[in-house]
Every structure is written in structure tokens, then in C-alpha cells.
Nanobody, 123 residues
């Protein structure tokens, strides 16, 4: 069982920055692919970024050049540095552990989720 706890959300003006953190329990954190997802009000949860055990990173097009995902395996923590925030970045941000690929649905399963942290960007 893995527990994930996000922190760092808040209210920020457009153009500002926030850094989200996700602390994980468990002794095999370094082996996980960690993911940040977000869900805006009235919309489906959407992929933001992930980082695998080698440090390889993938970003959604909407956040490239503005967001940076990183991890500190010694602290069992994954981060999301968000710069030049826009009102459309407003959402609840979740971290998750990426699981297996589901060929029927054409997407990854996510094994564990945090409780989420609210990010609100004002214009």
C-alpha cells in the first residue's frame, strides 16, 4: 500500500508560480513512475506530467515550457514546479503512481492517488 500526500497548492495571480509536492510512503518509491494529473471543475481528470525511474519526463502540450516535474528519491517526494501560471491551469492537482497499460482502454491504470491540492489562478 502506498500513501500519497500532496501539498503546495493555493491562490496565485496569472504569471505567478507555485511548487507542488507529493510525499509518498513505501520503500520502492524510486521504482515508480510518478504522475501529476489535474481536474478542472466540470472536466475530466487530465494528464499533466510524469517522471519514470530513470528520470525521463513527459509533459502535456498545454504545460510544456512552463511546468517542470522532478523527484527526490531520498525524500520519497515528487515535485511539480509551475511557472507562468494561467487561469486555465486552475484545477485540483493530484499525484499518482502509474501502473500498467490497459490495452482495452488505451491508457495507463493508476494504482494509487493522493487526495489532491487546489490550484487557483486569478486573471
Amino acid at each position: 500500500q502506498v500513501q500519497l500526500v500532496e501539498s503546495g497548492g493555493g491562490l496565485v495571480q496569472a504569471g505567478g508560480s507555485l511548487r507542488l509536492s507529493c510525499a509518498a510512503s513505501g520503500r520502492t518509491f524510486s521504482a515508480y513512475t510518478m504522475v501529476w494529473m489535474r481536474q478542472a471543475q466540470g472536466k475530466e481528470r487530465a494528464f499533466v506530467a510524469n517522471i519514470n525511474w530513470t528520470g525521463s519526463k513527459t509533459y502535456a502540450d498545454s504545460v510544456k515550457e512552463r511546468f517542470t516535474i522532478s523527484r527526490d528519491n531520498a525524500k520519497n517526494t515528487v515535485y511539480l514546479q509551475m511557472n507562468n501560471l494561467k487561469p486555465e491551469d486552475t484545477a485540483v492537482y493530484y499525484c499518482a503512481v502509474q501502473g500498467s497499460w490497459n490495452p482495452r482502454q488505451g491508457k495507463y491504470e493508476y494504482d494509487y492517488w493522493g487526495q489532491g491540492t487546489q490550484v487557483t489562478v486569478s486573471s
